[in-house]
């Protein structure tokens, strides 16, 4: 069973930056596409960025694009949020997820694929 920590999650005034880490363990890395999800307090989780099995393919929610980088190291097998220009509105549990993927160059986007989640990181953004 894939295992996923996530880390880097604190507080941070806005316009500061943050980069939140998630390790994965007892799983083919180079197997799975990933992606970050948030959970806003008292809303649904909702879709953040992803990354293709190859690195090659991201994507982004309109609401993070040009702020967050999403990037992935399959020496290390881990997959990195870089969160650049925070909002308060970016304040969230951030949770990262794996899916199997076939394809190496195709991302995932939708949520009901992923099969294996992180137990969350908080970011906290101060106005």
């Known amino acids: 069973q894939v295992q996923l920590v996530e880390s880097g999650g604190g507080l941070v005034q806005a316009g500061g930056s943050l980069r939140l880490s998630c390790k994965v363990s007892?799983?083919?890395?180079?197997?799975?596409?990933m992606a970050w999800f948030r959970q806003p307090a008292g809303r649904g989780r909702e879709f953040v960025a992803a990354?293709?099995?190859?690195?090659?393919?991201?994507y982004y929610d309109n609401s993070v694009k040009g702020r967050f980088t999403i990037s992935r190291d399959t020496a290390d097998n881990q997959v990195y949020l870089h969160m650049n220009s925070l909002k308060p509105e970016d304040t969230a549990v951030y949770y990262c997820?794996?899916?199997?993927?076939?394809?190496?160059?195709?991302?995932?986007?939708?949520?009901?694929?992923?099969?294996?989640w992180g137990q969350g990181t908080q970011v906290t953004v101060s106005s």
């Open positions: 997820a794996a899916t199997v993927e076939i394809y190496p160059n195709v991302v995932v986007t939708v949520q009901t694929r992923y099969q294996h």
């Open positions: 007892k799983g083919p890395f180079a197997h799975h596409a």
């Open positions: 990354i293709s099995r190859n690195a090659e393919n991201t």
